[in-house]
């Protein structure tokens, strides 16, 4: 697919938000949520302003099953905003089971997107604003040089440490060792595994998405097979402030990834395992966290409901 350190198109961040008045292709933004409570409420204080101002046709926060009172406050908060709501993502596309996790709210959420583009953003980001969809929205709505967008970041963790290597410890650790090894092609993206991303909407419905944590590196593999490199573009986001997960938090996390670029480059089908991690006096202990499976493209699906 080309030589691994070729620099990908770049984009610099939306400067005439205006303009966004006169789109000619409408567009969406989700945000997927599971016990983000704090995290939400500050999305749609940003995010939803889009709205009310009529730069975006939808809002649309997806909630994965929270239990935290994230899905109440969400909704309390989007019925102050237009073209604002709560998507319970376990309520669609039942059939399959229950909701694994990230990417499966982002393949459920296909059910309710019209909209020629959609833009999707993480919860926990502690310095979410409107310029960030709108820039990643950007190249998609007023240009046709490509079909699929990725935000270059500098990650800044809430302590306010920035880092020489700044792509996150399951990246820098888990990520990019093995884009190297097995599918070089994709070393030349700055943040693989970043949640901000755009996409045509037709290419979305024609894609694997894969569920849980492996779904941006899985979409990232897929759509540069579907497209090729010089159809995909980074967006420049500046610094993105979110908050450190425990350390305890990444082994299902990294395993999500580590599975998903394994599979996608064709190392073998060893088949889904749950992460485990012994104990000190002897036990083996699952750790908590959704399976990986490949939802099909939404557009195969019989009813796409």
Same mark, same amino acid.
């Given at each position: 697919?080309?030589?691994?350190?070729?620099?990908?198109?770049?984009?610099?961040?939306?400067?005439?938000?205006?303009r966004f008045r006169h789109r000619e292709r409408s567009v969406t933004v989700c945000v997927p949520v599971f016990n983000e409570r704090e995290g939400i409420a500050r999305s749609i204080e940003q995010i939803a302003l889009l709205c009310d101002g009529d730069l975006i046709d939808r809002f649309l926060v997806l909630d994965g099953g929270s239990d935290d009172g994230t899905r109440e406050l969400a909704t309390t908060l989007a019925n102050d905003h237009a073209n604002t709501s709560v998507l319970f993502v376990d309520d669609l596309a039942t059939d399959v089971g229950p909701v694994l996790g990230k990417g499966d709210s982002m393949w459920r959420s296909q059910a309710a997107i019209e909209t020629d583009v959609v833009v999707y953003l993480d919860a926990d980001l502690l310095n979410v604003s409107p310029n960030m969809a709108l820039s990643l929205a950007a190249p998609l709505v007023f240009g046709d040089e490509v079909d699929f967008t990725k935000g270059l970041f500098h990650r800044v963790t809430d302590r306010g440490d920035p880092r020489e290597y700044d792509g996150g410890r399951v990246t820098e650790l888990v990520a990019r060792p093995l884009i190297n090894l097995v599918c070089a092609d994709l070393a030349r993206y700055y943040q693989p595994l970043g949640g901000q991303v755009g996409i045509r909407t037709e290419l979305l419905a024609s894609l694997p998405v894969v569920t849980? !944590?492996? /779904?941006?590196?899985?979409?990232? !593999?897929? /759509?540069?097979?579907?497209?090729?490199h010089d159809r995909i573009g980074e967006v420049e986001l500046g610094d993105l402030v979110n908050s450190e997960k425990g350390d305890g938090e990444l082994l299902p996390m990294a395993q999500q990834v580590a599975y998903t670029l394994l599979t996608r480059a064709g190392c073998g089908e060893p088949g889904w395992v749950p992460a485990v991690r012994p104990t000190f006096d002897g036990d083996l202990r699952v750790v908590p966290g959704s399976d990986v499976v490949e939802r099909p493209p939404w557009i195969e699906r019989p009813g796409r409901g």
């Open positions: 697919m080309g030589d691994p350190v070729t620099t990908p198109r770049r984009f610099a961040p939306e400067t005439e938000p205006e849980a !944590f492996g /779904v941006e590196i899985g979409m990232l !593999f897929d /759509v540069s097979r579907r497209v090729g």
